[in-house]
Every structure is written in structure tokens, then in C-alpha cells.
């Protein structure tokens, strides 16, 4: 069975720097755009940042400068680190890769669990 499995959120004052990984597990060939999204309580889900096969990156205004979402390939891994965190940046991040071809065939739009960030002024 796939999945994205994510870990490292936590609490943290404002200021301070987390690191997001996901990593897909199961018997994968082939995965596509590897991304972080966030929701914060009453608001919509929303893009962080994208990575694609190639190392191509593509980030919400919200968050250039302070965020870097990477890879690895080999590990199958997407990482966020998140640098000078704001309040704002309260919310449950949630890993998504577009596309993955696994042994039982294509997957499409597959979502992770979510794991909770929580910045203090």
C-alpha cells in the first residue's frame, strides 16, 4: 500500500525554524511533483511550496525567503525546512505528490496524514 507518512511539526516560538519531512513508502517506480500544503483553523487549504522530479521549486509568497522545500529522489523524501516562523504559519501541513506510478499502477493526488505546526508569539 502507498503512502505519504510526514513527521516533524511541533510547537515553536516565533523565530525559530522547524524541518517537515514526508517520505512515500510502499513499492514506488516513479513520482512526480512532490509538495507541502497547509490549513489553518477556518481557512482553506492552501500551497506552500513545490518540488518537481527535477529539482524545479515553486513557493507562496508568504513564505519566499523563510522556506526551502527540497528532495530525494533515492529516499523517495520531500523536506520543508521552515526558517523564521511566523504565527501565521500556524497550521496542519499536509505532504501531496501529483502523480506516482507504483506496482499496482498510476496513483494520482495522494495526500499525507498532516502534521501540526504551531508558531507563539
Known amino acids: 500500500q502507498v503512502q505519504l507518512v510526514e513527521s516533524g511539526g511541533g510547537l515553536v516560538q516565533a523565530g525559530g525554524s522547524l524541518e517537515l519531512s514526508c517520505v512515500a513508502s510502499?513499492?514506488?517506480?516513479?513520482?512526480?511533483?512532490m509538495g507541502w500544503y497547509r490549513q489553518a483553523p477556518g481557512k482553506e487549504r492552501e500551497l506552500v511550496a513545490t518540488?518537481?522530479?527535477?529539482?524545479?521549486?515553486n513557493y507562496a509568497d508568504s513564505v519566499k525567503g523563510r522556506f526551502t522545500i527540497s528532495r530525494d529522489n533515492g529516499k523517495k523524501t520531500v523536506y520543508l525546512q521552515m526558517n523564521s516562523l511566523k504565527p501565521e504559519d500556524t497550521a496542519v501541513y499536509y505532504c501531496?505528490?501529483?502523480?506516482?506510478?507504483?506496482?499496482?499502477?498510476?496513483?494520482?493526488?495522494?495526500w499525507g496524514q498532516g502534521t501540526q505546526v504551531t508558531v507563539s508569539s
Open positions: 501531496n505528490v501529483d502523480r506516482m506510478t507504483a506496482n499496482r499502477g498510476p496513483l494520482y493526488n495522494t
Open positions: 510502499g513499492i514506488i517506480f516513479t513520482i512526480g511533483v
Open positions: 518540488i518537481d522530479s527535477g529539482g524545479s521549486t
